[in-house]
């Protein structure tokens, strides 16, 4: 597949560990170097302002997408290579979802996981066709990843829905298994009658 931009969802918080803040650079830095653009939401802080300010440094093209009302509060990054404002957070969302190739988590909180989740979900309605993926840091997503296992187990989630996440520890690795994944093409729906 054809990839132009990422979208990267991560918290506007640093977070406890240096190794996020150092990891969001670096993803910001290596999509940069190849060529690809970054979707993000558009805040200066944490570690968003970490992946976008790296990946600016690089030379790379970095799109925000900011609700109006967190503009408002003044944390909108104002050296983007484009800021897009919009209403809603629920338009912020769509939004990214059209501009981008491809979706990578950080560590994050709550905006992180709805955000995540809900780009999952809409792979397994077939909304979108791209790949998901969750770069694992410190094993800061294990006890997702283990909760998702839960969901098959319990009947509630498809495994080749659960399949669609692409968990990598390493950037590089992540990078190169988005690449070249193949579009998730999974009908959501589970058959009460099979087994």
């Known amino acids: 597949m054809t990839l132009r931009n990422v979208c990267v969802f991560c918290g506007?918080?640093?977070?406890?560990?240096?190794?996020?803040?150092?990891s969001a650079r670096r993803l910001g830095t290596l999509l940069a170097a190849r060529g690809l653009g970054v979707v993000y939401g558009g805040a200066h802080c944490g570690l968003m302002?970490?992946?976008?300010d790296a990946a600016l440094a690089a030379g790379g093209r970095v799109i925000g997408v900011i609700p109006e009302a967190l503009q408002a509060k003044e944390i909108a990054h104002t050296g983007l290579t484009e800021l897009r404002v919009v209403a809603t957070m629920h338009e912020r969302k769509a939004l990214m979802a059209e501009l981008a190739d491809a979706f990578i988590a950080l560590p994050g909180g709550f905006g992180t996981l709805d955000e995540f989740c809900e780009i999952?979900?809409?792979a397994q309605l077939g909304i979108h066709r791209k790949p998901c993926g969750l770069l694992n840091l410190e094993g800061y997503y294990d006890p997702l990843l283990r909760?998702?296992?839960h969901a098959v187990g319990e009947g509630l989630l498809r495994r080749a829905n659960r399949d669609m996440v692409i968990a990598e520890?390493?950037?590089?690795?992540?990078?190169?298994?988005i690449h070249d994944a193949p579009p998730p093409a999974v009908d959501k729906w589970i058959d009460p009658r099979v087994a």
């Open 120 to 122: 999952l979900t809409w």
């Open 147 to 149: 909760l998702f296992d």
């Open 49 to 52: 302002g970490a992946l976008a």
């Open 169 to 177: 520890t390493s950037i590089e690795a992540l990078l190169e298994r």
């Open 12 to 22: 506007s918080s640093n977070g406890n560990r240096p190794v996020y803040a150092e």
